[in-house]
């Protein structure tokens, strides 16, 4: 009975979904270009912070001092790229970032820069500019660990889910003279809104699925600092 009468009124019902797919279409849309923007300006601190980490190796290999002393300040740079590679990057893909605050490793490295003793103007000039990179280093990693932090809002989520539901039963129920096209329809809407859907999830965490960051940038930098140290 409830069925029949839905079938009659099926012209005003296809006017509403009409509306309803469009408001649909306009709220995902919003979502993933803001994920998408997200997603890639996360992508450019870590390669801003890769490029930092880089630059700041060739300064330590500038400065005129001791073999050692410039060990030990490359093997503090690579104690901080392998703690983002080993603790951090699991703390970011399992949504566990809370402390912004700067890092112990990074402390280590400060310590070793200002233990420095300048021979020449050269050397000043380099530490100056190692110290400089350093505090981008710094402030790549807060702004990347605060952008991962934000994820996409719970009520939001909630909406686009009864809105997908919602435009699958309203097109199950709509009234088609052929079998056929109905199911081409309902399979294409449905295969849709749940590839979207996984779009959403995966920009939403750029750690899983798809969209995925990898931390092959910094075990590279690893692997090319160690062996300085070791030659």
């Given at each position: 009975?409830?069925?029949?009468?839905?079938?009659?009124?099926?012209?005003i019902?296809?006017?509403?979904?009409?509306?309803?797919?469009?408001?649909?279409?306009?709220?995902v849309?919003?979502?993933?270009?803001?994920?998408?923007?997200?997603?890639?300006?996360?992508?450019?601190?870590?390669?801003?912070?890769?490029?930092?980490?880089?630059?700041?190796?060739?300064?330590?290999?500038?400065?005129?001092?001791?073999?050692?002393?410039?060990n030990?300040?490359?093997?503090?740079i690579?104690?901080?790229?392998?703690?983002?590679?080993?603790?951090?990057?699991?703390?970011?893909?399992?949504?566990?970032?809370?402390?912004f605050?700067?890092?112990?490793?990074?402390?280590?490295?400060?310590?070793?820069?200002?233990?420095?003793?300048?021979e020449?103007?050269?050397?000043?000039?380099?530490?100056?500019?190692a110290?400089?990179?350093?505090?981008?280093?710094?402030?790549?990693?807060?702004?990347?660990?605060?952008?991962?932090?934000?994820?996409?809002?719970?009520?939001?989520k909630?909406?686009?889910?009864?809105?997908?539901?919602m435009?699958?039963?309203?097109?199950?129920?709509?009234?088609?003279?052929?079998?056929?096209i109905?199911?081409?329809?309902?399979?294409?809407?449905?295969?849709?809104?749940?590839f979207?859907r996984?779009?959403?999830?995966?920009?939403?965490?750029?750690f899983?699925?798809?969209?995925?960051?990898k931390?092959?940038?910094?075990?590279?930098?690893?692997?090319?600092?160690?062996?300085?140290?070791?030659?």
């Amino acid at each position: 009975m409830i069925y029949q009468r839905f079938i009659e009124d099926s012209g005003i019902w296809e006017i509403f979904y009409s509306v309803y797919g469009v408001l649909y279409a306009i709220i995902v849309g919003f979502v993933i270009v803001e994920l998408l923007s997200k997603y890639e300006k996360i992508s450019q601190l870590f390669e801003a912070e890769i490029n930092n980490l880089q630059d700041l190796r060739d300064m330590i290999l500038l400065l005129n001092c001791s073999k050692q002393k410039k060990n030990q300040i490359l093997q503090s740079i690579y104690n901080y790229a392998k703690w983002v590679v080993t603790y951090e990057w699991k703390l970011m893909r399992n949504h566990k970032v809370k402390k912004f605050d700067t890092t112990p490793e990074l402390y280590e490295i400060y310590r070793n820069l200002y233990a420095v003793e300048p021979e020449k103007r050269l050397d000043e000039i380099a530490l100056e500019i190692a110290l400089q990179k350093l505090s981008d280093i710094t402030t790549n990693r807060t702004d990347r660990l605060v952008l991962i932090s934000q994820y996409l809002p719970l009520h939001l989520k909630v909406l686009i889910e009864i809105m997908s539901i919602m435009l699958i039963l309203g097109l199950l129920l709509i009234k088609v003279n052929h079998f056929f096209i109905h199911f081409i329809m309902i399979f294409s809407l449905i295969f849709s809104v749940l590839f979207l859907r996984n779009i959403i999830n995966d920009l939403d965490n750029p750690f899983e699925g798809m969209w995925t960051l990898k931390e092959s940038l910094f075990e590279d930098f690893c692997s090319s600092i160690l062996s300085m140290i070791k030659n």
